[in-house]
């Protein structure tokens, strides 16, 4: 394994990726020189050169490093990528994120959070509740934690928390000491072929636990029994069951207020000021990692009432008596079916209305009919063309299969220059638009800051 200590001058393809660039920033963090490419400038490369890591954005072999001792990059880049080429060609030392990731956490305790959905804000959570609790952790992150605009942060504390990637079997790179299991749904067909492999590849996750080391897993999960960790626990909400569970559960002012119960422990009045009822399991897994680590009570509980959450996880862009407008970074059919029960128990009176963009036309392709079902608990539904990411087109899959699916919701195929100005006019005539959600992993964000300019417009 190659010795991370010796490398000085990094390069990133691929950097404005979320992973990626918690990489990049942990390297400029130690004092090294960082550059990198990205297909397009987004809000996080412009972020990463304001912290003085140059970026470009054309496959130009005249703008990289050729001094670079180490070249990171992600499985998402093409292999005909030039500037890839080039440095296989002429024996440069390229390893994947998951490699880097990997040598980074080799002699850390390492608390690692895997799951086809939750785990970024699972991750997110732990963090923050070990950094703002003053325990203190490293952090690589899968999303931007609101409290500290950032998805990497260091500490002198040999600890780092780490979303575990099952794209690519990355997440088998890393040795935890702690593993959090959130879910195990079908994704990624296009890598692991059939459901019972993304499966297998979860119970081998769980096998890379230390042999003294905590598996923490969501109750109920499908061959869960396979799970090859000796000391294991397990979270859910009200599961009486379950090792850790939330119980008494009321709503405080648009906050959940819960009492964490772990054997005898008792956890009372813990507040959580962030919107989805799935948001309270997924600080219960956080909260038994925390008390594992031996995490004081009220520590815990001021630390869970200052989390300001992920952003695009249930992110609330307006919030106010006529207008509630949340941002999520749902892609699968589970986590949509979640984000539109939340927000419709959370805001029963208004109409809930989504604009969804699909990520992958094999995702859509797979999954076509657990879109239809979810986007169905909507009461109108936006749909945006597939975001293709890795993929090339393929034939016959576009979003009209989702549509021609759904029985329920109001639905809607059209481009981005369509949805905006149907926006428009319908904020022009006075049609209810006072439940808004925007949901995708491609580049829907983009989208999010135009919308509020037009719902906020008197």
């Given amino acids: 394994m190659i010795d991370i200590k010796t490398i000085h001058r990094v390069y990133f393809i691929g950097i404005g990726g979320i992973g990626m660039s918690a990489l990049a920033r942990y390297f400029k963090f130690h004092g090294r020189d960082v550059s990198g490419y990205d297909k397009t400038e987004s809000a996080l490369t412009r972020l990463l050169v304001a912290e003085g890591i140059p970026v470009h954005y054309e ?71 070990l950094r703002h609790s003053g325990y203190g952790c490293n952090a690589f992150l899968g999303g931007i934690s609101v409290n500290y605009n950032t998805n990497f942060w260091s500490s002198d504390k040999n600890v780092c928390v780490v979303e575990a990637d099952e794209y690519d ?54 061959q869960s029994v396979r799970f090859e960790s000796p000391h294991r626990m397990t979270y859910g909400l009200g599961q009486s069951n379950a090792d850790a569970r939330a119980e008494h559960v009321r709503m405080d002012n648009g906050s959940y207020v819960f009492d964490v119960i772990i054997g005898k422990w008792v956890l009372q009045n813990v507040k959580l000021n962030m919107g989805g009822m799935h948001n309270v399991e997924n600080v219960t897994a956080a909260i038994a990692v925390a008390q594992n680590l031996g995490i004081e009570n009220e520590r815990i509980r001021e630390a869970v009432e200052t989390f300001r959450g992920v952003k695009r996880r249930f992110e609330y862009v307006i919030k ?71 993929e090339m087109p393929m034939q016959g899959v576009t979003s009209e299969i989702i549509a021609s699916k759904m029985r329920v919701a109001k639905v809607v195929c059209c481009n981005k220059e369509e949805l905006m100005v149907d926006l428009e006019l319908r904020k022009e005539k006075g049609d209810p638009l006072g439940l808004l959600v925007t949901a995708g992993a491609g580049d829907i964000d983009r989208l999010v800051e135009p919308i509020k300019v037009i719902l906020e417009r008197k």
């Fill in 320 to 390: 106010n008596q006529n207008q509630v407008f949340i941002d999520d970074y749902g892609h699968h059919p589970e986590e949509l079916r979640a984000l539109i029960s939340s927000v419709k128990s959370l805001f029963p009176g208004k109409p809930c209305i989504v604009i969804f963009q699909p990520h992958l036309y094999s995702r859509t392709r797979d999954f076509a009919e657990g879109f239809a079902e979810s986007l169905d608990l909507a009461n109108e539904v936006y749909l945006l063309p597939i975001y293709p990411a890795r």
């Fill in 169 to 222: 079997r990355s997440f088998l790179k890393l040795s935890p000491d702690i593993a959090v299991i959130t879910a195990m749904d079908p994704d990624h067909l296009d890598i692991y072929g059939t459901p019972q492999a993304v499966q297998d590849a979860f119970i081998e996750f769980s096998a890379r636990v230390k042999p003294e080391g905590l598996l923490v897993s969501k109750f109920g999960l499908q």
């Fill in 59 to 129: 496959e130009n072999l005249e703008l990289i490093p050729l001094d670079t001792q180490l070249v990171v990059y992600t499985p998402a880049v093409p292999e005909t990528h030039k500037e890839l080429i080039f440095f296989r060609e002429n024996q440069y030392v390229l390893l994947k994120r998951s490699d880097v990731l990997g040598a980074i956490t080799n002699s850390s305790f390492n608390i690692c959070v895997a799951g086809t959905h939750g785990k970024t804000t699972i991750t997110t959570m732990i963090a923050h509740l």
